[in-house]
Each structure stands twice: as structure tokens, then as C-alpha cells.
């Protein structure tokens, strides 16, 4: 396998574990994590790790993103120079950043939680702790995966702070039911047809979450080899339209960083703690929020107008919605 990661989920175990010590150059992905700088404090009694790179611009808005699983602040080091300094890579500086990257409780350098109830609510007040000692009074926030869910909860936890929220992946509630989606308009053939593919994609890729939200006892496994973190390696392959296009180091060093911390167990416990946000609506959002969703092989985006089913409106100005209701830059069709 030359440069990518194939489609194919035992191929692409063999193309990432083969030729890794020939190949692989750790010490060259550890120098390009170690450019940032990088912190550990404690809050709410949990040892956290986050990334904090200040931009040169006075004025940069503080910004703070939240990974998912399998992820890690590492998928995030491409972006940290444009965010940080439009102005040194032919962007506008107005548009400069203050980037704060926490490593999720229980993921790659964030220790495992020492007790239960490390959920979406109980992680979004830690952030808002976080940004509290770094000296941020307004902030935006940004997250995919499970930081497309903790993202919206730091401005419900923080709302006089969060000036502003974006996601991708986003994960709302979705029902297939029109009945359930609370919105007024029925469903067009079409968008009856999406929502059904939509639903066969939760129950032909999101197996993983069911068996890490209910099955603890696979943490053995994910625990006793590196060839174990298979598990990690089979979403990078299944989700996407491009899989292959991923950069092989790239996948390798955000799939050996559980393996390296020992957290591809205490990583997938989130699961069983965020299972209740999967099927309660979340209180209103009462911030601008703008989501994104992902290529529609990995999971079809809502109807537009299903989104306030958990992002309810709060509010237009000018005819155009402010948050994730249907309007400009919001996931769905």
C-alpha cells in the first residue's frame, strides 16, 4: 500500500502494520506534535492535556475545538498556522485566532477519569473552566464527532462567553418518524428518501457505538496488542468518500497515540457516559451555531428543517436564522 489507507478494513490493517518499521518515522510526527506548545492541568479533579498556541495578532478571537474518537489533537496540526496567522499564510488578519486544543478525558495524553459521569455536560463545564484560567472572557468554539455535541454545550454552560459556535459531523437526533421531527412541513419524497438512507448508515457503521456504550470488556483487547487498535483504524476506513486519500502518517500516529497512552479503553468509554445525549434533545442553543456535515458515505445530514428538532430557533435577523435552522452554512439538504 503506497500513501494512503485502503477502503478495505483488513486491508487496511495489513497496509499500516507491514511495512510500519520500514516505512513509519515516529520521531518526525512526535518533533511536528512537539512544535506546539503544549499543557496539563487539573480541573474537576481530572488531570487534563490541552494544546494553546496564541496568535501573533492582538486582537485574534480565542477559539476553542474539541476532537471526537478515534481522533486526538493531532488531526488538528494543518490548520493550527492558518487559524492562528492568516495574515503568514495570505489570509486577512483580521480573521486570526487564539487556539486552545484540549485532549478529551480519557484520550492519547488526557488522563482516564477517575470516576464515573465524565459525560458531554460534566466536559463542557471543564472547557469553560479551561478558557476561565487562560484568561478568555469571550470565546468561539469548534468540534466534530463528540465535539459537535460538547462544542453547543460550552455555550449552554457559558453562554454570556461563547460569541459563537461551529460543527462538523454534526449529530443531531434525527428521527425517522416525520411525526418525531417536530417541524411543521411534511417530508418530501425526497428528503423521506435521504432520511431513510441516513438511518441505514447509523445501523451499518455505528455498530462501534453500540458495543463501546454497552460492552466495556472490549477495552482487553484494545489494551493487549497494537494490532488491536484495528478497531480505531476500521473508521478511518469505513467513513468517507475518499479513504484512501488520507495520509497514511497521519492515520498512524493519531491511531498509535491511544496505543502509546494506553487510552484506547478509557477513550471509548465515552460512549456509555454520552449515551443519554444520543436521545434527549439538548436545551436551546442561544448563540449563532453553523454546522457542517460530512460526504454523504459516511452518514446523510439531517433535513434542514429536522434540525431544530435539537437545535430549536431562537432567533432571524434580517429573514436569515441564526443558528442551526435551516439557514446559510447549516448541515442538511
Excluded at 92 to 116: M, N, T, Y
Excluded at 208 to 229: C, E, N, V
Excluded at 268 to 288: D, F, G, H, Q, V
Amino acid at each position: 500500500m503506497a500513501g494512503g489507507v485502503s477502503s478495505d478494513a483488513g486491508g487496511t490493517t495489513r497496509g499500516l502494520r507491514a511495512p510500519a518499521p520500514q516505512t513509519a518515522d515516529w520521531r518526525a510526527q512526535e518533533a511536528r506534535l512537539n512544535a506546539f506548545p503544549q499543557f496539563t492541568t487539573e480541573i474537576d479533579g481530572q488531570r487534563g492535556h490541552f494544546l494553546h498556541i496564541r496568535s501573533p495578532e492582538p486582537d485574534a478571537l480565542p477559539l476553542l475545538i474539541t476532537h471526537g474518537w478515534p481522533g486526538s489533537v493531532a488531526e488538528f496540526t494543518e490548520v493550527i498556522g492558518p487559524l492562528t496567522d492568516p495574515r503568514g499564510h495570505g489570509a486577512d488578519p483580521a480573521d486570526a485566532f487564539h487556539v486552545v486544543i484540549p485532549s478529551l478525558p480519557g484520550f492519547a495524553f488526557s488522563a482516564p477519569p477517575r470516576e464515573p459521569g465524565w459525560g458531554i455536560r460534566r466536559i463542557a463545564t471543564a472547557w469553560t473552566e479551561l478558557m476561565r484560567r487562560l484568561g478568555y472572557e469571550r470565546y468561539g468554539t469548534q468540534g466534530g464527532d463528540f465535539g459537535s455535541l460538547i462544542s453547543p454545550e460550552v455555550a449552554r454552560v457559558a453562554p454570556s462567553r461563547v460569541v459563537g459556535v461551529h460543527v462538523n459531523a454534526l449529530v443531531t437526533v434525527g428521527a425517522a418518524d416525520p411525526a418525531d421531527l417536530a417541524v411543521p412541513e411534511e417530508l418530501t419524497p425526497a428528503e423521506r428518501s435521504r432520511l431513510a438512507a441516513r438511518e441505514r448508515r447509523y445501523r451499518e457503521l455505528s455498530g462501534y457505538a453500540a458495543i463501546q456504550g454497552t460492552r466495556p470488556t472490549l477495552s482487553y483487547g484494545l489494551a493487549d496488542s497494537p494490532s488491536g487498535q484495528a478497531w480505531n483504524l476500521d473508521w478511518f476506513a469505513a467513513h468517507g468518500d475518499k479513504p484512501d486519500a488520507l495520509d497514511r502518517d497521519a492515520v498512524l500516529t493519531n491511531v498509535s497515540l491511544y496505543w502509546f497512552t494506553n487510552t484506547a479503553g478509557p477513550s471509548a468509554r465515552l460512549y456509555k457516559e454520552a449515551a443519554s445525549a444520543w436521545a434527549t434533545p439538548p436545551r436551546t442553543l442561544r448563540r449563532p451555531h453553523r454546522g457542517r456535515g460530512l460526504p454523504r458515505r459516511h452518514l446523510d445530514p439531517p433535513p434542514r428543517r429536522a434540525t431544530p428538532h435539537d437545535h430549536p430557533l431562537v432567533g432571524v435577523r434580517g429573514g436569515r436564522p441564526l443558528r442551526g435552522d435551516g439557514g446559510p452554512g447549516t448541515a442538511g439538504w
